[in-house]
């Protein structure tokens, strides 16, 4: 069938299973204010909220083990980096610091994912996940949390006539402020409607005030941190979702006088600051992986992952954006004697693409076209909506105001989404039932292998698409042998899609991509908190 066509099989709203979805575990007040369910049938999985239940128990357990062990930590001078990370994992496993206090910043990135999506039925099917206020979703993948903190602040380098650094797809987390992209990076879905949906960062603050560990930030921070005048409606306001008509499009609904507007500012910096201390920690980015024994020595790869290797480095031309820091071609054996200039390579030069994705036509985003009960219209534009990426954010329709010097640049970059480090893609869990757990890949999750990943850049141009509709001809199999048109065709990245290399080879880069999963040469932590099973 074509995508055409099942879009428009899609078209009946399942108001139904909404009053299922209540009656299954949602909390009296989401189903009594906030269930939105405009979705047609097929789009959203049936198993959706007891994932949510089991992704929330599984979050507050290592919350739990957060809190443990810093009061397991002697406190002195020592240990202030290891309370400041642990900081940092309590705050990313805590769902009271969302609207409905129902969503941790994890729930969309747990670590036996290599902290991207963890519900097997989501990456699937509609690949972005809901936000607290049920059933908002998002418009895109998570990404994974690991190596992010390694991404520069946001520059234009403009001899390469290219950006490097920022944070998410489309690189709005600049780092600017706090000169870390990946700490700015961790303000945003706090505040994002479509995500955990506070109304204003000083709703972060509050919560965080009434928290079981707010003693571990002041003693990290300072007790002045929550020394704030709160008016008599805060509470109200941070338990009403971003978005809603009553406020009116205010970004800062807590009146808060200019000394403590600015008291509250800080400290939510601070509550970001202790996340990225704990994502650049070897409990996220560890360096752990099987290619990382190969750099030190402590592993011979295989035939095959080291063909895969070469191809990557080579006729597959991975290695011109998921840089490796090698330099030349090696055999199983070799480990570059310690001569290459990167013993640490992060797998991205830091830079955006345009890859030539078609549109995912299952994203839920797609189908919010109408408001809900707070008066709130995710996406008035519909499947009109085309996801720009960079020239997004450079245009500011994103919410963020870049350098204005970078607007202009807006048409060049439309398309173009971060070039994410190749590290843990494939990193998963083991199911109980001895299945695979499924992964998403790409910005929008069209691709649900590393198989199809390699192969899409593989054979992206080699076979035709229907010039009229977009959709492969008859008698082609989409993802196999036809690939539909892009979704933003004119800035195409033309170093792939016709690239050469045999299905032997195909499969071979995919070994050698999961050599850079950590948990070899040290168990990768919380890897083995999945309480799931997989389809």
Same mark, same amino acid.
């Given at each position: 069938?074509?995508?055409?066509?099942?879009?428009?099989?899609?078209?009946?709203?399942?108001?139904?299973?909404?009053?299922?979805?209540?009656?299954?575990?949602?909390?009296?007040?989401?189903?009594?204010?906030?269930?939105? =369910? #405009?979705?047609?049938?097929?789009?959203?999985?049936?198993?959706?909220?007891?994932?949510?239940?089991?992704?929330?128990?599984?979050?507050?357990?290592?919350?739990?083990?957060?809190?443990?062990?810093?009061?397991?930590?002697?406190?002195?001078?020592?240990?202030?980096?290891?309370?400041?990370?642990?900081?940092?994992?309590?705050?990313?496993?805590?769902?009271?610091?969302?609207?409905?206090?129902?969503?941790?910043?994890?729930?969309? %990135?747990?670590?036996?994912?290599?902290?991207?999506?963890?519900?097997?039925?989501?990456?699937?099917?509609?690949?972005?996940?809901?936000?607290?206020?049920?059933?908002?979703?998002?418009?895109? *993948?998570?990404?994974?949390?690991?190596?992010?903190? =390694?991404?520069?602040?946001? @520059?234009?380098?403009?001899?390469?006539?290219?950006?490097?650094?920022?944070?998410?797809?489309?690189?709005?987390? $600049?780092?600017?402020?706090? @000169?870390?992209?990946?700490?700015?990076?961790?303000?945003?879905?706090?505040?994002?409607?479509?995500?955990?949906?506070?109304?204003?960062?000083?709703?972060?603050?509050?919560?965080?005030?009434?928290?079981?560990?707010? *003693?571990?930030?002041?003693?990290?921070?300072?007790?002045?941190?929550?020394?704030?005048?709160?008016?008599?409606?805060?509470?109200?306001?941070?338990? $009403?979702?971003?978005?809603?008509?009553?406020?009116?499009?205010?970004?800062?609904?807590?009146?808060?006088?200019?000394?403590?507007?600015?008291?509250?500012?800080?400290?939510?910096?601070?509550?970001?600051?202790?996340?990225?201390?704990?994502?650049?920690?070897?409990?996220?980015?560890?360096?752990?992986?099987?290619?990382?024994?190969?750099?030190?020595?402590?592993?011979?790869?295989?035939?095959?992952?080291?063909?895969?290797?070469?191809?990557?480095?080579?006729?597959?031309?991975?290695? /011109?954006?998921?840089?490796?820091?090698?330099?030349?071609?090696? $055999? #199983?054996?070799?480990?570059?004697?310690?001569?290459?200039?990167?013993?640490? #390579?992060?797998?991205?030069? $830091?830079?955006?693409?345009?890859?030539?994705?078609?549109?995912?036509?299952?994203?839920?985003?797609?189908?919010?076209?109408?408001?809900?009960?707070?008066?709130?219209?995710?996406?008035?534009?519909?499947?009109?909506?085309?996801? +720009?990426?960079?020239?997004?954010?450079?245009?500011?329709?994103?919410?963020?105001?870049?350098?204005?010097?970078?607007?202009? +640049?807006?048409?060049?970059?439309?398309?173009?989404?971060?070039?994410?480090?190749?590290?843990?893609?494939?990193?998963?869990?083991?199911?109980?039932?001895?299945?695979?757990?499924?992964?998403?890949?790409? %910005?929008?999750?069209?691709?649900?292998?590393?198989?199809?990943?390699? %192969?899409?850049?593989?054979?992206?141009?080699?076979?035709?698409?229907?010039?009229?509709?977009?959709?492969?001809?008859?008698?082609?199999?989409? *993802?196999?042998?036809?690939?539909?048109?892009?979704?933003?065709?004119? &800035?195409?990245?033309?170093?792939?899609?016709? +690239?050469?290399?045999?299905?032997?080879?195909?499969?071979?880069?995919?070994?050698?991509?999961?050599?850079?999963?950590?948990?070899?040469?040290?168990?990768?932590?919380?890897?083995?908190? =999945? &309480?799931? /099973?997989?389809?």
């Amino acid at each position: 069938m074509c995508r055409t066509s099942l879009v428009l099989l899609c078209v009946v709203c399942l108001v139904v299973l909404g009053a299922v979805m209540i009656t299954r575990g949602v909390s009296a007040q989401n189903a009594s204010s906030s269930i939105y =369910f #405009p979705y047609p049938t097929g789009i959203i999985p049936s198993d959706l909220v007891p994932e949510i239940q089991r992704v929330n128990r599984e979050a507050s357990l290592i919350e739990a083990e957060g809190i443990a062990q810093w009061n397991a930590l002697p406190k002195n001078s020592g240990t202030a980096l290891r309370q400041v990370q642990l900081l940092g994992k309590i705050e990313l496993f805590d769902k009271n610091l969302s609207v409905n206090k129902n969503q941790a910043c994890s729930f969309c %990135h747990m670590p036996y994912a290599g902290f991207s999506g963890p519900i097997p039925s989501v990456n699937l099917g509609p690949v972005a996940y809901p936000g607290s206020s049920h059933f908002r979703f998002g418009k895109r *993948k998570p990404q994974s949390y690991t190596y992010s903190p =390694f991404y520069p602040v946001l @520059q234009f380098n403009t001899a390469q006539a290219n950006f490097y650094g920022g944070n998410f797809w489309d690189l709005r987390a $600049t780092g600017f402020l706090l @000169q870390s992209p990946d700490a700015e990076q961790a303000q945003d879905p706090v505040r994002d409607s479509q995500e955990m949906g506070s109304p204003d960062s000083a709703c972060i603050v509050r919560r965080l005030s009434q928290s079981a560990y707010r *003693k571990v930030f002041e003693t990290v921070w300072g007790p002045q941190a929550f020394v704030i005048n709160w008016p008599s409606n805060v509470d109200q306001i941070c338990a $009403t979702p971003a978005g809603a008509a009553v406020l009116g499009g205010n970004p800062t609904p807590v009146n808060l006088t200019p000394v403590d507007r600015g008291r509250s500012n800080a400290t939510f910096d601070q509550y970001a600051l202790a996340i990225t201390a704990y994502e650049g920690s070897p409990d996220v980015s560890a360096f752990s992986s099987k290619f990382d024994a190969f750099l030190a020595g402590k592993y011979t790869m295989t035939a095959d992952e080291m063909a895969g290797y070469n191809l990557f480095r080579g006729k597959g031309n991975c290695n /011109s954006c998921h840089l490796d820091g090698r330099s030349t071609t090696l $055999t #199983p054996s070799q480990s570059d004697d310690g001569n290459a200039a990167d013993v640490a #390579p992060k797998f991205t030069d $830091t830079t955006s693409a345009n890859l030539g994705l078609p549109k995912n036509p299952v994203d839920p985003f797609y189908f919010e076209t109408t408001p809900d009960s707070f008066g709130f219209t995710p996406n008035p534009a519909g499947f009109a909506f085309t996801d +720009l990426g960079v020239g997004l954010f450079l245009r500011n329709l994103s919410g963020t105001t870049p350098n204005s010097d970078w607007t202009p +640049l807006a048409p060049a970059f439309d398309g173009f989404m971060q070039v994410s480090t190749a590290r843990n893609v494939d990193m998963r869990p083991k199911c109980p039932n001895g299945k695979t757990f499924p992964k998403a890949y790409m %910005h929008n999750g069209y691709l649900k292998s590393l198989k199809e990943v390699v %192969h899409f850049y593989n054979t992206r141009d080699v076979f035709p698409f229907d010039v009229t509709s977009g959709n492969c001809p008859a008698g082609t199999k989409e *993802k196999v042998n036809c690939w539909p048109t892009p979704e933003v065709p004119q &800035t195409k990245d033309m170093t792939i899609g016709k +690239l050469g290399l045999t299905p032997t080879e195909e499969a071979q880069v995919v070994t050698f991509l999961k050599t850079l999963t950590d948990g070899f040469t040290t168990p990768y932590p919380d890897s083995n908190t =999945f &309480t799931g /099973s997989c389809p």
